[in-house]
T-cell receptor, first 112, second 116 residues
Framework: AQSVTQLDSQVPVFEEAPVELRCNYSSSVSVYLFWYVQYPNQGLQLLLKYLSGSTLVKGINGFEAEFNKSQTSFHLRKPSVHISDTAEYFC??????????FGKGTRLHILP | DGGITQSPKYLFRKEGQNVTLSCEQNLNHDAMYWYRQDPGQGLRLIYYSQIVNDFQKGDIAEGYSVSREKKESFPLTVTSAQKNPTAFYLCASLSPGGGGTYNEQFFGPGTRLTVL
């Protein structure tokens, strides 16, 4: 069975500082990995996805994530955050033909 | 533009009343989902439907009911049997992923239900 662990429930970071949101997964088969963002009182929006190929994936709003198969991780990074990045971020995993499993989310707080 | 609509955005009901949340999609997706979101608990699956006229219980189906009479529509009813219905409800659909390829999930804007 697949599972996703987001190691931090909340991450505070100063504006213009770098940030990393951590995600680890477990699966016995090849996986597809996703990061979604949820702004307050809105639905989830796809930020980026890893399907195959290059392990460094670039998404919207300057975010990127790196797939590390040996460490079963898919951490999300941004070199310089903005106040508008305040949101909750969800990591998700699926495999071919299977449903998507979501982590519990990491709330990103941007400090002025 | 293709997408998922949920209505209303905010809903208030008295305790003991049933309430139905609307979800419509024009993405031509077969599979649709309902999630409940509470602070710090992520997304919990209530019901899902992989095809018209068929649906399955998710992890927290008690106190909820659904129907799937049309491909475009997947309404959720929160019944009086649901002990703690106040939450944010998200509807989603899943892209087909034909040929064993990946599936991507698309979400509606959500409905915040408050039971007084």
């Amino acid at each position: 069975a697949q599972s996703v662990t987001q190691l931090d429930s909340q991450v505070p970071v100063f504006e213009e500082a770098p940030v990393e949101l951590r995600c680890n997964y477990s699966s016995s088969v090849s996986v597809y990995l996703f990061w979604y963002v949820q702004y307050p009182n809105q639905g989830l929006q796809l930020l980026l996805k890893y399907l195959s190929g290059s392990t460094l994936v670039k998404g919207i709003n300057g975010f990127e994530a790196e797939f590390n198969k040996s460490q079963t991780s898919f951490h999300l990074r941004k070199p310089s955050v903005h106040i508008s990045d305040t949101a909750e971020y969800f990591c998700a995993v699926s495999s071919k033909g299977d449903k998507i499993i979501f982590g519990k989310g990491t709330r990103l707080h941007i400090l002025p | 533009d293709g997408g998922i609509t949920q209505s209303p955005k905010y809903l208030f009901r008295k305790e003991g009343q049933n309430v139905t949340l609307s979800c419509e999609q024009n993405l031509n997706h077969d599979a649709m989902y309902w999630y409940r979101q509470d602070p710090g608990q992520g997304l919990r699956l209530i019901y899902y439907s992989q095809i018209v006229n068929d649906f399955q219980k998710g992890d927290i189906a008690e106190g909820y009911s659904v129907s799937r009479e049309k491909k475009e529509s997947f309404p959720l009813t929160v019944t009086s049997a649901q002990k703690n219905p106040t939450a944010f409800y998200l509807c989603a659909s899943l892209s087909p992923g034909g040929g064993g390829t990946y599936n991507e999930q698309f979400f509606g804007p959500g409905t915040r239900l408050t039971v007084l």
